[in-house]
Each structure stands twice: as C-alpha cells, then as structure tokens.
C-alpha cells in the first residue's frame, strides 16, 4: 500500500477513485441485511480485487470470500492473511490449474464448484493424493442460463458422484441466480436438498448470489449464504435498475477535459481503455456526476465524447467524475485505485487481483 496525498485537482488522469466511506457504507448496508435474516455473506471480489477491500468485508461479518478464478484466489489469499476461506465458483479443468488449486489448499479452507462429471473427475483425480479433501459444491442453473446442471435431479447425481469420490467432500449446492430469481432459486434448491438428502447425504450449503437482488434475498431462506459482488461500489447499471442511487457509487472515473470543438461537444481523456465498452443495455458508456444534460455517447480507446443537448458549458482543463456503467470490468483495466477519504486522496492501492484470468 503506497502511501500518497493528492487532491481530485492534482492527481493524473485519467484515475480510477474508490470513496472509502461510501464502500464501508455499502458493505455495512448488506451485511445488515443478511444478519437479520440469518444469512452468511461470502462477497465476491471480482468487483474491487483489492484486499483490504476484502478485510473490510470480512471485518464487517462476510465468512469468506468468493473468487471466479484460481488466479484471483491466489492474488488475494497471497494479498491478507485475513483471508483464510475461498469458494471459486467456477468449473476448474486442466492439470495447471489443478495444481495450483492443490496449493491454494494446503493454504485455506478452500471449495470450488462442479456442474460435469468429468470437473468432478478431474478434480478427484488431484485431490485423491493431497492432504486434505476438497470441497465441491454443486453448481445449479436456477434461469440464468450460464453454467450449472438444469434439474435438482441431476444435481442430485452429481451429489452423490462427488461423495463417492477419492478426495473430495460434497460441500453443497450453488447457483448465480437471474435477477428476481429467489422463487426459482426456493424451488430448486429445496427439491435438491431433498433428494440429496434422502441418500444419506448432508447438504451443508446453500449459496446464491447477484447484487440485482440481493435485498430480496431472504426471499429464498432454503439458501444459507449469499455472495454479492457489485453491491461494493455499485455503477450506473445498477442505478439505471433502480438498485441504488449515484450517492451510492463508490467507484468513479476522474477525467480531463482536453478539448471543446464545439457549443454542445466535449472530449474527455478516458475512453474505452478506462471506462471500458461495456453497455450493459444501457446507452452510452457512463454517467457524468452532476450532469444530467450530459451523455457519453461514444469512445475511442483514448477519447471520450461528451454530448449535451444544450450548452456544454465545459472548458479545457475541467475535470469530471464519470460513474461507469460497470464497475467490475473497470478495476481490471487500471494497475492501482486511488482512495477518496473525506474528498482527498488518502492512498494509491495496486489492483492485487487485476489481470488474473486463469
Ligand atoms: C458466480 C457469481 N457469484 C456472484 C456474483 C456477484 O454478482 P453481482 O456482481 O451481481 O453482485 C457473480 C457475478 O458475476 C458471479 O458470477
């Protein structure tokens, strides 16, 4: 952790900020929620990638951390002591891979997901010689449609594959639900847990996830646990559903103006390499704070155009923060976050967990 003090009118731009104090508030924000309906909160991180970003979740009550990739795990469990429990919530194939999942284990309690026989298999194969057994829970497609076995029967075999296999412990049931998802996830997940059950098998976890939904959580009790990623700093994406509100934004893009060509146009020096291309439906690539007249409507790598119906009333020289549509692409394309406390930079932290894709 570098230690620097700059102001937003000093420090280079085009620079991603991440306001403290709105973060805590946000982590403070779920975890209540989660306490009160009796639910453990296993963040997710690809969203900040940071650490102490992390140690704050874990401060705040999250029993875990949830990753996406071996790479990330082994950044951020390399990054604080503090993080000692990982689910990656991913199918993990290659003997690569598997070896330095073999290592992150004999570091932490460490869990990962299956959706296929030959994950399970390959998975098994590792672990039938390691120290410890892996947990491996069974990943659920509840309608989002991506990974996971469609029906809580074949959840079920794939249950009973993985208890009977060399090295590995069935660890329970995971599911990336759609938005709005908690009836289906109910469902699924009870019918599962009964057929699971009815072998002899224990079914010691139930987690689902996604920020979209997540003050409805409670809405499927059959989950134990829940793993929001965006909800940390949230974006414009999810302010555009209603989510939160731009004071809720923790993360933002601080940019230049480096030329006005016109009455109603201006260019700012963050394009797609910093506020990345991502629409997420919406139109245009983020939301300039304090200016609603204003769109950002379209982005070289280096150049962003800013739109405005009337007047744009910008100068050269001004700067502006521009909350992104998607927070979680934005913290992999920078090499450090700056951090806002009480409207100044308090510090530059390196992005820990920025890059790791395998
Ligand atoms: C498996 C899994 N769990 C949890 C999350 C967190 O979702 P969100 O960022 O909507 O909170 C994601 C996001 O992609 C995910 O893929």
Redesign the pocket.
Known sequence: MTKAVSTLQTVNTPAVLVDLDITRRNIDRFQAYADVHGMKVRP?I??HKLPAIAEMQLRAGAIGV?C?KVSEAEAMVAGSPQIRDVLI?YNILGAEKLDHLAGLARKVTLSVVADNETVIDGLSSKFASQPTRLNVLVECNTGADRCGVPTPEAAAALAQRISAAPGLVFGGL?T?PPTDGAAAVESFMTRAKTLIEAVGIAVPVITS????S?MSAAEAPVATEY?????VYNDRSLVSRGVCGWDDCALTVLATVVSVPSANRAIIDAGSKSLTSDLLGLSGYGHVLGRDDIAIDQLSEEHGRLVSQGLINLKVGDRLRIVPNHA?VVTNLVDAINILEKGEISAVWPVAARGKIV
């Open positions: 997710h690809k969203t949830t996406q919530t995971m990336y996830g996604g920020t979209p997540m793993r929001p990623g965006t909800y979680c």
